[in-house]
């Protein structure tokens, strides 16, 4: 019964749930007094877990440096190829959501095959994130029902005890 439900709720999930539209945006910076090309991709969550998140990601791409209110990452592997740029990485509020940003120094040179990296690295973040969130979710949901089921079979127990103990106690009053 409890399976039939939980895959019911699952059933009608994506209905009511709207879905992660991902948009990145071309957006200039200012890091260290330096203009920096890069990209924004907005997202439903608080600015310290986009910013977790976001160190979380950028650990494989090269070596991370937190500096301030940015991240730095220096020879970053993105897109399968090394880059020789430096990578700058922040996060902020655009409206009411918060938003992670990636991009590179304006003065680095390689603008049209990073352009189309960078591009790609800001919207794979949002995917991951949002495959992140999501996955979290199902494990709660997960846990709650491996919870309910251990309920339900204790009090199936607790059932055939009572049975037990009232067939018991009939045969008492017979005798």
């Avoid at 970053?76 to 991009?103: M, N, Q, S």
Wanted: proline letters at 1%; charged letters at 30%; aromatic letters at 8%.
């Amino acid at each position: 019964m409890v399976i039939k439900i939980f895959f019911f709720f699952l059933a009608i999930l994506p209905l009511t749930v709207s879905a992660q539209a991902i948009e990145v945006k071309e957006e200039d910076s200012r890091i260290d007094g330096e203009n920096a090309t890069g990209y924004l991709v907005a997202i439903h969550a608080t600015e310290d877990e986009v910013r977790n998140a976001l160190s979380r990601y950028l650990k494989v791409m090269g070596k991370t440096k937190i500096s301030g209110d940015y991240i730095t990452v220096t020879d970053p592997v993105v897109g399968g190829k090394k880059h020789d740029c430096t990578l700058y990485v922040t996060t902020k509020f655009v409206g009411e959501r918060a938003a992670a940003w990636i991009g590179i120094s304006a003065n680095a040179g390689e603008e049209s095959n990073t352009a189309v990296d960078l591009k790609k690295l800001a919207y794979d973040f949002g995917v991951t994130f949002h495959r992140e969130k999501i996955q979290i979710q199902v494990d709660e949901a997960l846990r709650a029902l491996q919870a309910v089921e251990k309920q339900q079979l204790r009090l199936v127990n607790q059932n055939k005890d009572l049975n037990n103990k009232i067939e018991d106690n009939k045969r008492e009053k017979i005798q």
